[in-house]
């Protein structure tokens, strides 16, 4: 199978989750600063998820870039990440429209953790098909960035029923980190031309 068919439905989904979560931002009514004040949650929520789909996306463009062949396990752990990814229209939404309350917000870190984890999951079948020695497994090495994410999210939930404010703001800490591109796989494959 060609990696180009996995690439454009991944793409194509990114996009669809992109638009459902703009789609949620309703024209206000009336016409009146104090409508848009209203919105500011929903607003903020969207912004943030829209990063993070923008992140997910560049760094899932990397990771398909290395890829040699396609195999069930990888078609499985690729729609693994898209279903987690998905979910992030709602999340927004209820979390925005609720002007960021405990449960809202929790199950945001919550859809967000499992994205990571699925992420990682993907990253591992990718470096168990193409071996310890693959673009991908040399560019990641231990992961820490990743490893880090994944924790921050965990602890960020219970935090969300404590202080939901904090824990948003452990989720923009992440966005912030994952913000600057990643250039390993980059690097990497630029080496291997090279080499």
């Known amino acids: 199978m060609l990696k180009n068919r996995i690439e454009a439905f991944s793409d194509g989904v990114l996009a669809i989750i992109i638009t459902i979560m703009v789609l949620e931002l309703k024209v206000p009514h009336e016409v009146s600063l104090n409508a848009l004040v209203h919105m500011v949650p929903l ?13 997910y996306w560049n760094n899932h463009h990397h990771l ?25 229209p709602f ?16 199950l945001y870190g919550i859809v967000l953790f499992m994205a990571a984890v699925a ?8 470096i168990s098909t193409h071996g310890k020695n693959s673009v991908l497994a040399q560019a990641i090495g231990k992961d820490f960035k990743g ?10 939930v219970p935090i969300a029923f404590w202080q939901p404010f904090v824990a948003l703001g452990i989720y923009a800490a992440v966005a912030v980190m994952w913000l600057i591109p990643d250039s390993r796989i980059e690097r990497t494959m630029q080496e291997k031309d090279l080499g």
């Open 64 to 88: 398909l870039h290395t890829i040699q062949k396609i195999n069930g396990s990888i078609l499985w752990a690729n729609n693994h990440l898209l279903f987690w990814l998905s979910l992030v």
């Open 119 to 126: 992420y990682f999951i993907l990253s591992k079948t990718i």
């Open 147 to 156: 490893k880090v994410s994944v924790v921050l999210y965990a602890a960020s």
């Open 43 to 55: 607003f903020l929520s969207y912004v943030l998820s829209f990063i993070y789909i923008a992140i």
């Open 91 to 106: 999340v927004t939404a209820w979390s925005g429209e609720n002007h960021f309350s405990p449960l809202p917000v929790a």
